[in-house]
């Protein structure tokens, strides 16, 4: 199983950039699909999650500016990041509760870089 992550870059302090993470390989099912970011020096932090069913969960700073989606046909989540702020920099991680022929796994993918700079 994998993860792929896409769509980071470098955004002006205001604008929006969207995430997208695909997990591909032998897949029965998928738990909670999550964003997490790192900046260097720091701890991994949780950003948003997002359950089989659609509930939601976001980290305080993010609340009302990011939020999470899914396709459950293309095994994919997705992070749109409206109003960034320099303090949204860093590498952003996805994750999934992934259930295959193994059993059940975390996955992660490799990260992708957001840079907010004017």
């Known amino acids: 199983v994998q993860l792929q992550a896409s769509g980071g870059g470098l955004v002006q302090p205001g604008g929006s950039l969207r995430l997208s993470c695909v997990a591909s390989?032998?897949?029965?099912?998928?738990?909670?699909m999550g964003w997490y970011r790192q900046v260097s020096g720091k701890q991994r932090e949780l950003v948003a999650s997002?359950?089989?069913?659609?509930?939601?969960t976001y980290v305080d700073s993010v609340k009302g500016r990011f939020t999470i989606s899914r396709d459950n046909a293309k095994n994919t989540v997705y992070l749109q990041m409206s109003s960034l702020k320099p303090e949204d920099t860093a590498v952003y991680f996805c994750?999934?509760?992934?259930?295959?022929?193994?059993?059940?796994?975390?996955?992660w993918g490799q990260g992708t870089l957001v840079t907010v700079s004017s």
């Open positions: 994750n999934a509760y992934i259930h295959g022929p193994q059993g059940g796994v975390y996955g």
């Open positions: 997002i359950t089989s069913f659609g509930s939601t």
């Open positions: 390989g032998r897949i029965f099912s998928i738990d909670s």
